[in-house]
């Protein structure tokens, strides 16, 4: 079992910047991929980023590529999820998320992690 708990939202002006981090514990590995997902009202889920520590490689939506960097600290066990110039459309719940098969690949389909945070909101007003 991995247990996620994300924090770091909040409300943030258009532009601003906003740091989310996701700590893990239980039966973590740096070979999990790791990744960050989040939902808008009345939209459905969609993959933001992924890092695969393990071999050092990332995605990123087009979306938010260029704004969002994604980062893990192992040995802290601690996503990370920098999110600058942001927009409104940034406004959602987000969500981290751990892929304990599948080695290295870092799907953009929910349905492959097997672990989920709670969610931390975020707001980014115009």
């Known amino acids: 079992q991995v247990q996620l708990v994300e924090s770091g939202g909040g409300l943030v002006q258009a532009g601003g910047s906003l740091r989310l981090s996701c700590a893990a514990s239980?039966?973590?590995?740096?070979?999990?991929?790791m990744g960050w997902f989040r939902q808008a009202p009345g939209k459905e889920r969609e993959f933001v980023a992924g890092?695969?520590?393990?071999?050092?490689?990332?995605s990123y939506a087009d979306s938010v590529k260029g704004r969002f960097t994604i980062s893990r600290d192992v040995g802290k066990n601690t996503l990370y999820l920098q999110m600058n110039s942001l927009k409104p459309e940034d406004t959602a719940v987000y969500y981290c998320?751990?892929?304990?098969?599948?080695?290295?690949?870092?799907?953009?389909?929910?349905?492959?992690?097997?672990?989920w945070g709670q969610g931390t909101q975020v707001t980014v007003s115009s």
């Open positions: 239980g039966r973590t590995s740096s070979s999990y991929v």
């Open positions: 890092i695969w520590s393990y071999g050092v490689s990332t």
């Open positions: 998320a751990a892929r304990t098969q599948g080695w290295g690949a870092i799907s953009r389909d929910g349905n492959d992690y097997a672990y």
